[in-house]
T-cell receptor
Framework: NAGVTQTPKFQVLKTGQSMTLQCAQDMNHEYMSWYRQDPGMGLRLIHYSVGAGITDQGEVPNGYNVSRSTTEDFPLRLLSAAPSQTSVYFC???????????FGPGTRLTVL | GENVEQHPSTLSVQEGDSAVIKCTYSDSASNYFPWYKQELGKGPQLIIDIRSNVGEKKDQRIAVTLNKTAKHFSLHITETQPEDSAVYFCAASPQIPNTGNQFYFGTGTSLTVIP
């Protein structure tokens, strides 16, 4: 089991560019989530999914899109990058709503 | 929505001493409280969790206590070792079925264990 994998590990974008952060898990988990981590602010939920085809907004969804076409993958799309989106992004998954959440290694994104 | 506050933001202890990190939450619907350890350059890793029907849980040198009435929970690490040095996050979640895992995190405590 690779667990939760994220690519890329590092990315630099210019303002206005778009990109997709990839997240995959091989544990057959139904629940997947995206968080951003900023200094002094902990982790904040961006979007989450309770299964293939089902997504919902978290605490800070503006500027991000998600889709869940398969159980394994949950990509996060930045439509038009802004400097305020400079952050470390973590993907997480869990088997069910009451279970342990497993985090990926993170993607460090810088928007210039 | 839920608001989780965590204190202290930094904590230094001598090796062998105990460390205590405290969190408060605002939403009485929260019923699941995990603690995560994050080492430099890595994602958070669950170290212990507690549910609202339990007041205390222990796993070797780590324990968590929960006071539902006061809406606070604490992480206790005894006999600290240098490898315990990391950032620790508390979280709270309402864990309502079929509404997703909405976790609300504290702002983190940077623990340094001095050899």
């Amino acid at each position: 089991n690779a667990g939760v994998t994220q690519t890329p590990k590092f990315q630099v974008l210019k303002t206005g560019q778009s990109m997709t952060l990839q997240c995959a898990q091989d544990m057959n988990h139904e629940y997947m989530s995206w968080y951003r981590q900023d200094p002094g602010m902990g982790l904040r939920l961006i979007h989450y999914s309770v299964g293939a085809g089902i997504t919902d907004q978290g605490e800070v969804p503006n500027g991000y899109n998600v889709s869940r076409s398969t159980t394994e993958d949950f990509p996060l799309r930045l439509l038009s990058a802004a400097p305020s989106q400079t952050s470390v992004y973590f993907c997480a998954s869990s088997y069910s709503w009451g279970d342990t959440q497993y985090f990926g290694p993170g993607t460090r994104l810088t928007v210039l | 929505g839920e608001n989780v506050e965590q204190h202290p933001s930094t904590l230094s202890v001598q090796e062998g001493d105990s460390a205590v990190i405290k969190c408060t939450y605002s939403d009485s619907a929260s019923n699941y409280f995990p603690w995560y350890k994050q080492e430099l350059g890595k994602g958070p890793q669950l170290i212990i969790d507690i549910r609202s029907n339990v007041g205390e849980k222990k796993d070797q040198r780590i324990a968590v206590t929960l006071n539902k009435t006061a809406k606070h929970f604490s992480l206790h690490i005894t006999e600290t070792q240098p490898e315990d040095s990391a950032v620790y996050f508390c979280a709270a979640s309402p864990q309502i079925p079929n509404t997703g895992n909405q976790f609300y995190f504290g702002t983190g405590t940077s623990l340094t264990v001095i050899p």
